[in-house]
């Protein structure tokens, strides 16, 4: 789940397998980590015929060794790539990522890319249905 405080993205990804919440957070601060109860527990009352039942027991731990950003504004993107890390389904070496802020750039120019992509065949999609 993207996590939103006052001037800041961050991610918030429940791991049904290792029962636990992963915290990814590319510029930590503990103000970003206050909202996180609350959301699981609105999270778990919008869900909870389909989670766990001790769901909210679960320890909310930050990712470690990701990719953090240096400027202001960067936080959006730093949350896709981090969605896109987290739904990979290989496992992510971080150690592999740590120059992030150098791409962003071409993230975004990929990221409206694929937007583009998709919006195009949404338009094709109803003049030819």
């Not at 991610?11 to 601060?29: A, E, H, Q, T």
């Not at 400027?71 to 790539?81: A, E, M, Q, S, Y």
Request: glycine share 4%; with cysteine.
């Amino acid at each position: 789940m993207p996590v939103h405080t006052p001037g800041h993205w961050s991610l918030l990804v429940c791991d049904l397998m290792r029962r636990k919440w992963d915290f990814y957070d590319s510029m930590p601060r503990s103000v970003h980590r206050t909202s996180l109860p609350t959301l699981v527990s609105a999270f778990y009352k919008d869900a909870h015929k389909a989670l766990p039942s001790d769901l909210l027991t679960w320890k909310i731990e930050p990712v470690d060794k990701i990719p953090k950003q240096q400027g202001g504004t960067d936080c959006g993107v730093f949350v896709l790539k981090y969605m896109e890390a987290a739904l990979s389904p290989s496992e992510i070496v971080w150690e592999n990522h740590k120059n992030w802020q150098a791409s962003m750039s071409r993230f975004r120019a990929e990221i409206a890319a694929d937007f583009f992509c998709v919006f195009h065949e949404i338009i094709v999609a109803n003049l030819t249905g």
